[in-house]
């Protein structure tokens, strides 16, 4: 079962414009939120990450919005730029469960000129 | 480039075959996670492998299976091939087990099963 949902399939941003992508899961026992970039031929990169005790963490023009009581979290791309075209997924690691990631389904991002 | 290299990155198979798919850690790490991606999809965890144990699986069947060796390379084996095993398998390395490690992935293995 999906414990990882994520919004939407894709999008097209314009060049200098917000690409913001949208995540949710089911499961509370998560304490780790990456955010992972594919490019095609590429295994994922892990691009930022969040614990569940903070509510915001940015990087460059990277931002992790993360709402613990509605269970969401989100991935704000600020002045998209047209090599930000990749395909982006949201993760979620249970607690006590290692390594082991749950990957949302990913949102495919073409940023145009 | 992260360090973690996969062999090979295609592989044609068919139905009922056996498959050995290979990942050789980045240096200094010593857990290596395995993951299936169907085209179209996010990465499914299949196992992990810590310190040459297995200590971690997802929900997948026995026919799928690893190895960790010595120096942390690992291997994943897929017994009687079904055409849904085709995918994408990568591999990712991390320093160690938990507190919120950084995976590192390799490139993946495209595997058609046919």
């Known amino acids: 079962q999906q414990q990882v949902k994520q919004s939407p399939q894709s999008l097209i941003v314009q060049k200098g414009g917000i690409s913001i992508i949208n995540c949710a899961y089911e499961n509370t026992a998560f304490d780790y939120f990456p955010w992972y970039q594919q490019f095609p031929g590429k295994g994922p990169a892990l691009l930022i990450a969040?614990?569940?005790?903070?509510s915001e963490k940015k990087e460059g023009r990277f931002t992790i919005s993360f709402n613990k009581s509605a269970k969401q979290f989100s991935l704000h791309i600020m002045d998209s730029q047209p090599g930000d075209s990749a395909t982006y997924f949201c993760?979620?690691?249970?607690?006590?469960?290692?390594?082991?990631?749950?990957f949302g389904t990913g949102t495919q991002l073409k940023v145009e000129l | 480039e992260t360090g973690v290299t996969q062999s090979p990155t295609h592989l044609i198979k068919t139905r009922g075959q056996q498959v050995t798919l290979r990942c050789s850690s980045q240096s200094g790490h010593n857990t290596v996670s395995w993951y299936q991606q169907a085209l179209g999809q996010g990465p499914q965890f299949i196992f992990q492998?810590?310190?040459?144990?297995?200590?971690g699986r997802g929900n997948f069947p026995p026919r799928f299976s690893g190895l960790q060796f010595p120096n942390y390379s690992s291997e994943l084996n897929v017994n009687a091939l079904e055409l849904d095993d085709s995918a994408l398998y990568l591999c990712?390395?991390?320093?160690?087990?938990?507190?919120?490690?950084?995976?590192?992935f390799g490139p993946g293995t495209r595997l058609l099963v046919l």
């Open positions: 492998y810590y310190r040459e144990e297995e200590n």
């Open positions: 969040i614990r569940p005790d903070v």
């Open positions: 990712a390395s991390s320093r160690t087990s938990g507190a919120q490690e950084t995976q590192y």
């Open positions: 993760a979620a690691r249970p607690t006590g469960g290692g390594n082991k990631l749950t």
